[in-house]
């Protein structure tokens, strides 16, 4: 069993930056691919960002592309979403995602994909 929580979250104006922080517990952390996702009220989960396992790949959504970046720290247990230039349609709950059985280079990029969801952060950007 894996156990994520995401925090970091909030209300920000458009053009503000963000950081989110997801903790996991349980099993070991570094074993496997994490990402983020989204999902805005009356929408499917939609993919943000995804690092592997060996932290070396990343994959990102066009929409974000050149204002996100995921980063993991094995050490702590923790992967991490900077956002900049923040847009009113990046309004949603943030969740992360762990890929216990993914290779390890791999970037899985589908909601099936993933084997534990945390909670989720609420991310509000005004306009």
């Known amino acids: 069993q894996v156990h994520l929580v995401e925090s970091g979250g909030g209300l920000v104006q458009a053009g503000g930056s963000l950081r989110l922080s997801c903790a996991a517990s349980?099993?070991?952390?570094?074993?496997?691919?994490m990402g983020w996702f989204r999902q805005a009220p009356g929408k499917e989960r939609e993919f943000v960002a995804a690092?592997?396992?060996?932290?070396?790949?990343?994959a990102y959504a066009d929409s974000v592309k050149g204002r996100f970046t995921i980063a993991r720290d094995n050490a702590k247990d923790t992967v991490h979403l900077q956002m900049i230039s923040l847009k009113p349609e990046d309004t949603a709950v943030y969740h992360c995602g762990a890929d216990t059985g993914a290779s390890y280079h791999f970037t899985p990029v589908r909601p099936v994909d993933y084997d534990y969801w945390g909670q989720g952060t609420q991310v509000t950007v005004s306009s």
């Open positions: 690092i592997s396992w060996s932290g070396s790949t990343t």
């Open positions: 349980g099993r070991t952390f570094s074993s496997g691919a």
